[in-house]
Structure formats: structure tokens, C-alpha cells
């Protein structure tokens, strides 16, 4: 079974931080780019941050300096550290290969930061 599950959002102050977790399966997971994507209301879906199997990072220039990407590949595991939260920040955040495969979105979770 291909699955990517999406946990960690929530309800934030601005200035805030949380950190979403993305377990994948195995197989989606083994040697693989990964990327953190959002989208948020009205607005199309956006490529965040990824990260390489060897570590290696990207980042989005609205995100650079405040959040994080890293994985455990003995827990086929992604995160994405997020701090100095904006209200512009608030979407609905998902995990993916990079580049994204269609048939291997998951049903996101959502981050909502308030004033």
C-alpha cells in the first residue's frame, strides 16, 4: 500500500512554531527526493522545501531562515520545522516526492496561524 500521512498542524499565534511530521511508506520512501508542498486557500498548490536521500536541501524564498527540512530514513520519516510562523503562512501543508507524483497526495494537515 502507497501512503503519506501528514501530522502536526494546528492552530498557532504568529511568531509561533510547530514542526509536521510525514511517515511514508517504504516504498515511496526508500532513496528518494521528498518535498514539503502548501496550498492554501484560493491559491494554487506551492513547492516549500525539499530534501535529496543524502541530505541535501531547497527552500522556498518565502520560507528561507525560518523553517527546516530533515529526515530519518530508519523511520521513513520527513519534517518540516516551522518558526517565526506568518499569517501568510496558513495552508493546508502536504508531503510528496519531489518532483510529485499525482496518485501519492494524502489529505495534507493544516496549519492556521492567527494575529
Known amino acids: 500500500q502507497v501512503q503519506l500521512v501528514e501530522s502536526g498542524g494546528g492552530l498557532v499565534q504568529s511568531g509561533g512554531s510547530l514542526k509536521l511530521s510525514c511517515a511514508a511508506s517504504?516504498?515511496?520512501?526508500?532513496?528518494?527526493?521528498m518535498g514539503w508542498y502548501r496550498q492554501a486557500p484560493g491559491k494554487q498548490r506551492e513547492l516549500v522545501a525539499t530534501i535529496t536521500g543524502g541530505g541535501s536541501t531547497y527552500y522556498a524564498d518565502s520560507v528561507k531562515g525560518r523553517f527546516t527540512i530533515s529526515r530519518d530514513n530508519a523511520k521513513n520519516t520527513v519534517y518540516l520545522q516551522m518558526n517565526s510562523l506568518k499569517l501568510e503562512d496558513t495552508a493546508v501543508y502536504y508531503c510528496n516526492r519531489y518532483p510529485s507524483i499525482g496518485g501519492y497526495w494524502g489529505q495534507g494537515t493544516q496549519v492556521t496561524v492567527s494575529s
Open positions: 517504504g516504498r515511496i520512501f526508500s532513496s528518494s527526493h
